[in-house]
């Protein structure tokens, strides 16, 4: 082999251990779930089992949007790993780990009217939704560990410590389903069970995470560097990059929400095939995610390195390896529709005309794998602007005109037409944001700055000005802001 494209290529080992460690701590997060569906689904009280599946769908959603404290740490640490900035490592959790602990204190405090507004929307008998507070009043106490767990897995991601990541995955799970038996079948807590057992199981993920945090740095280091957790310019960057990925988050659930409920509203039978289309995509998802981390974490190491070289073959590599899972995926539903369809169920009405629709689950596959890849990838280089334009060009100009015309035909071709062209705008943008990101850091801002003085579109499409590449590429915005540049 040329010796070139070896030392290219040479961080395949470590993408395929970043990509298994984190596939195998997201699939363990629906299999801990299944279990406690199980439990709850042997209770002689059916409320309790719809009661904890509503409620654990309104703090999935909470919890969905709040997931940049896990998005917006890996890439920055990552870049911080490849400096070999052990302060800047530190820092960048405690700053993280801050805001995780205020949003999660503030979710305790609104438990109440997020839970009443939440089931309000829902529109559940009150006998369901009684049940479903039940769960919710419970297992939002555990909030502050969700998202503070949220930023460990994050930061150990960005460090590459893929065994740990699974070792806190195979614990916190573990012990959801240990806690799920005792509380639920045992002690006969029904639903509260479900919701206490949820939210000790992630303070103790969280205590081990801790534990594991403060075998790596001492007392005294966190000490010395505390009083820089307040500066400015770093929470004021911090802020606009999980602020960004933040409105990326809330665009990616409006589209899954829109979706399901336009299905709904063409018919029940719609709505279950659609239902049961969208979990071969989430199942498709958990793999793609995995490979998504692993590009994040190593596209920040490289860029912290200054390896912009390697930047090309890694997100080559990526993408043609999600394209092969969400290949996979879609031709074995293609191939096995009748086998694969009736593990979830055995309603002949819905599978039986289901085949219909497989094409389009097939080209939903392909686009979302390419999507969440390069979207990983871009989190690497901490460029959430470029996650928050992508996403909402995609939502206006792709998904909302043709969810209209899916909703005034009430056709569920056109309403899967606009669910595939929300992916393939945001990643025709991906690829076209993508040559900028390969040179080098001079380089970069000499050939950005003048097509963006040339054509002022450019920079609405991706909401870079001269002041923000000149800080994102040499961090000089001050020279800037004194006329120096």
Same mark, same amino acid.
């Given at each position: 082999?040329?010796p070139?494209?070896k030392s290219?290529?040479d961080f395949?080992p470590?993408y395929?251990?970043l990509a298994l460690?984190?596939v195998l701590? =997201?699939?363990?997060i629906?299999?801990?779930n299944?279990v406690s569906?199980i $439990?709850?689904?042997h209770?002689e009280e059916?409320n =309790?089992f719809a009661?904890?599946i509503?409620? @654990?769908?309104?703090l =999935?959603?909470?919890?969905?949007v709040?997931?940049f404290?896990?998005m ?7 870049q911080?790993?490849?400096r070999?900035?052990r302060?800047e490592m530190l820092l960048i959790?405690?700053?993280?780990g801050?805001?995780?602990? #205020?949003?999660g204190?503030a ?6 009217p997020?839970g009443?507004?939440g ?7 009150l006998e ?5 507070l039940?769960y919710?009043n ?7 560990a ?6 460990l897995i994050g ?7 893929n065994g ?14 240990g806690?799920?038996y005792?509380f639920?079948?045992?002690?006969g807590?029904e639903?509260?069970?479900a919701?206490?057992?949820s ?5 103790i993920?969280l205590?081990v995470g801790?534990? $594991?945090?403060?075998?790596?740095f ?5 000490i010395?560097v505390?009083?820089?957790?307040w500066d ?5 960057? =911090? ?5 960004n990925?933040?409105i990326?988050?809330?665009v990616?659930?409006?589209?899954s929400?829109t979706?399901?409920?336009q299905?709904?509203q063409?018919?029940m039978?719609?709505?279950a095939?659609?239902s049961l289309?969208?979990?071969i995509i989430?199942?498709n998802?958990y793999?793609?995610?995995g490979i @998504?981390?692993?590009?994040e974490s190593l #596209?920040?190491?490289?860029k912290?390195?200054g390896?912009?070289h390697q930047l090309?073959p890694?997100?080559s590599?990526?993408?043609l390896?999600?394209l ?5 995926f ?7 529709p009748?086998?694969?369809?009736r593990?979830?169920?055995n309603?002949t009405?819905i599978?039986? +005309? ?9 080209l939903?596959l ?5 999507? $969440?890849?390069?979207e990983?990838y871009f989190?690497g280089?901490a460029?959430g602007?470029?996650l928050?334009?992508v996403?909402?060009?995609?939502l206006f100009?792709?998904f909302?005109?043709v969810?209209?015309a899916?909703? +005034?035909?009430?056709?569920n ?6 669910l595939?062209?929300f992916y393939?705008?945001r990643t025709?943008?991906?690829? #076209?944001?993508l040559?900028s990101?390969f040179r080098?850091?001079l380089?970069n801002?000499s050939?950005t700055?003048p097509a963006?003085?040339a ?14 590449i000149?800080?994102? +590429?040499?961090g000089v ?6 006329g120096?540049?």
């Amino acid at each position: 082999m040329n010796p070139t494209l070896k030392s290219e290529y040479d961080f395949i080992p470590r993408y395929f251990q970043l990509a298994l460690a984190n596939v195998l701590s =997201n699939i363990m997060i629906p299999v801990a779930n299944l279990v406690s569906v199980i $439990f709850l689904g042997h209770l002689e009280e059916i409320n =309790n089992f719809a009661g904890v599946i509503l409620a @654990g769908n309104l703090l =999935n959603f909470l919890y969905f949007v709040l997931l940049f404290l896990r998005m917006g740490t890996t890439g920055v640490t990552a870049q911080a790993v490849g400096r070999d900035d052990r302060e800047e490592m530190l820092l960048i959790g405690l700053r993280n780990g801050l805001v995780a602990l #205020v949003l999660g204190i503030a979710l305790i405090l609104l438990q109440y009217p997020l839970g009443e507004i939440g089931f309000t929307i829902l529109n559940v008998p009150l006998e369901i939704k009684s049940s479903g507070l039940a769960y919710f009043n419970t297992q939002i106490w555990g909030a502050p560990a969700v998202l503070l767990n949220f930023v460990l897995i994050g930061w150990f991601l960005g460090r590459e410590k893929n065994g740990l990541v699974v070792l806190l995955s195979v614990v916190g799970n573990g012990v959801k389903i240990g806690l799920d038996y005792l509380f639920i079948i045992n002690l006969g807590w029904e639903s509260m069970g479900a919701g206490v057992s949820s939210a000790a199981s992630q303070y103790i993920l969280l205590l081990v995470g801790l534990i $594991f945090f403060c075998r790596e740095f001492q007392w005294l280091e966190v000490i010395s560097v505390a009083f820089k957790i307040w500066d400015i310019s770093a929470i004021k960057s =911090n802020l606009t990059l999980n602020g960004n990925i933040f409105i990326s988050n809330l665009v990616l659930l409006f589209i899954s929400l829109t979706f399901s409920y336009q299905g709904l509203q063409m018919g029940m039978l719609v709505y279950a095939q659609n239902s049961l289309l969208w979990q071969i995509i989430s199942f498709n998802t958990y793999f793609i995610e995995g490979i @998504g981390f692993g590009t994040e974490s190593l #596209v920040g190491n490289f860029k912290g390195k200054g390896d912009s070289h390697q930047l090309a073959p890694l997100v080559s590599f990526s993408v043609l390896t999600a394209l092969i899972v969400g290949i996979f995926f879609g031709g074995i539903c293609i191939l096995f529709p009748d086998s694969v369809f009736r593990l979830f169920t055995n309603h002949t009405e819905i599978i039986s +005309k289901i085949d219909t629709f497989v094409p389009w689950l097939v080209l939903a596959l392909v686009l979302s794998s390419i999507d $969440f890849t390069l979207e990983g990838y871009f989190l690497g280089l901490a460029q959430g602007h470029t996650l928050r334009n992508v996403s909402l060009v995609a939502l206006f100009i792709g998904f909302a005109p043709v969810n209209f015309a899916a909703v +005034k035909f009430s056709s569920n071709h056109i309403l899967w037409l606009s669910l595939s062209l929300f992916y393939a705008i945001r990643t025709m943008m991906f690829v #076209v944001k993508l040559p900028s990101t390969f040179r080098n850091d001079l380089d970069n801002i000499s050939a950005t700055l003048p097509a963006l003085e040339a054509n002022p579109l450019l920079t609405l499409a991706f909401g870079e000005t001269r002041e923000q590449i000149m800080v994102e +590429k040499l961090g000089v915005g001050e020279d800037v802001e004194n006329g120096r540049i």
